[in-house]
């Protein structure tokens, strides 16, 4: 698959216009390289639609625009997901693994956290003011620790 449609089918995953990536795109003025101009929106557009090719210094504002990683543009599948997830492991400094420790954690209570956010539609308003209160109590002795 080509990158212009790796690009199209991540703004349809998204819901996003063409003209709204280009809007954006534009918005961040990525300048050539060459001119030092920054591109406009019918050279965009020439882009997704494959005409023309996409230039390598737009790659990093794209990725970006669609909060997708560089790599992704290009192809994405177990094996390279596999591949760059081999070298951020082995490149991590201490602040990108506390935020991946944290947000991993933060994702595995996930489903159990939407369960009893189902469930809360059946309590009664008695047990919905002490949970409230409990939870608050709670919240402020773990943020004073």
């Known amino acids: ?14 819901n996003m216009t063409k003209r709204e990536f280009a809007q954006k ?5 990525p300048k050539s390289n060459r001119t030092g101009e920054i591109i406009s929106e019918n050279i965009v557009y020439s882009y997704l639609s494959g005409h023309t090719a996409i230039k390598t210094y737009l790659i990093p504002y794209i990725s970006d625009i669609l909060g997708v990683p560089e790599q992704f543009l290009f192809e994405e599948n177990q094996k390279v997901r596999k591949r760059l997830l081999k070298y951020l492991a082995k ?4 602040e990108e693994y506390s935020y991946l420790n944290k947000n991993l954690q933060y994702n595995l209570q996930l489903p159990r956290h939407n369960k009893i956010l189902g469930l809360l539609k059946f309590a009664p308003e008695p047990l919905l003011d002490k949970l409230e209160i409990s939870l608050e109590k709670i919240k402020n002795i773990t943020q004073e620790s």
Do not use: G, P, Y
């Open 1 to 14: 698959m080509e990158v212009f449609e790796v690009i199209s089918n991540i703004l349809k995953e998204r």
């Open 25 to 29: 795109l534009i918005a961040l003025e």
């Open 91 to 94: 490149n991590l400094t201490e």
